[in-house]
T-cell receptor, first 114, second 111 residues
Framework: GAVVSQHPSRVICKSGTSVKIECRSLDFQATTMFWYRQFPKQSLMLMATSNEGSKATYEQGVEKDKFLINHASLTLSTLTVTSAHPEDSSFYIC??????????FGPGTRLTVL | KNEVEQSPQNLTAQEGEFITINCSYSVGISALHWLQQHPGGGIVSLFMLSSGKKKHGRLIATINIQEKHSSLHITASHPRDSAVYICAVRSEETSGSRLTFGEGTQLTVNP
């Protein structure tokens, strides 16, 4: 099946710093990428939807200035957590899609903010 | 009430048992996905269904569009099947490929 990678897989940072997470579709061109957040023992929460070359659409309650999303190409989207705080510690997962009923998930990035 | 509900929330089985996880949804859908999430966090797409039944190895997924219900079956379960299984649907009313997720079913298979 199609492969989606995320980098880094784990990151630990100090409070106040910014962290960038990359999501790449390795063997297909993704017209849409999704960013999710997952807290322990909870399901995925959609943060934003990004389409290549256009601004991301954020879900209600998600601060677009805090979670910057860039979808610069059909194979790469980045999520930057700006001025990270301990409450931003979570598991961040991206998925990539090239058709209405296709969605391939990345392996996730575990962010720990000290 | 969530648009997608799974049952049971937790399931413990002995190796070799036949397992069923259920998913009910309340909206018209164009597709239903079954996903597997291992303790490390990575998510694997198991099936995408719009009708009928699909089989892959020991896994079988069925969907009844009229009853708005899907089941995931695991035959001859094994400890390596231990994971969280998530049902997700794409609503007919949704533009694009956005999914709505169930809460997941934590499966533990003991040797």
């Amino acid at each position: 099946g199609a492969v989606v990678s995320q980098h880094p897989s784990r990151v630990i940072c100090k409070s106040g710093t910014s962290v960038k997470i990359e999501c790449r579709s390795l063997d297909f061109q993704a017209t849409t990428m999704f960013w999710y957040r997952q807290f322990p023992k909870q399901s995925l929460m959609l943060m934003a939807t990004s389409n290549e070359g256009s601004k991301a659409t954020y879900e209600q309650g998600v601060e677009k200035d805090k979670f910057l999303i860039n979808h610069a190409s059909l194979t790469l989207s980045t999520l930057t957590v700006t001025s990270a705080h301990p409450e931003d510690s979570s598991f961040y997962i991206c998925s990539a899609s090239y058709g209405l009923n296709t969605q391939y998930f990345g392996p996730g990035t575990r962010l720990t903010v000290l | 009430k969530n648009e997608v509900e799974q049952s049971p929330q937790n399931l413990t089985a002995q190796e070799g048992e036949f397992i069923t996880i259920n998913c009910s949804y309340s909206v018209g859908i164009s597709a239903l996905h079954w996903l597997q999430q291992h303790p490390g966090g990575g998510i694997v797409s198991l099936f995408m269904l719009s009708s009928g039944k699909k089989k892959h190895g020991r896994l079988i997924a069925t969907i009844n569009i009229q009853e708005k219900h899907s089941s995931l079956h695991i035959t001859a379960s094994h400890p390596r099947d231990s994971a969280v299984y998530i049902c997700a649907v794409r609503s007919e009313e949704t533009s694009g490929s956005r999914l709505t997720f169930g809460e997941g079913t934590q499966l533990t298979v003991n040797p």
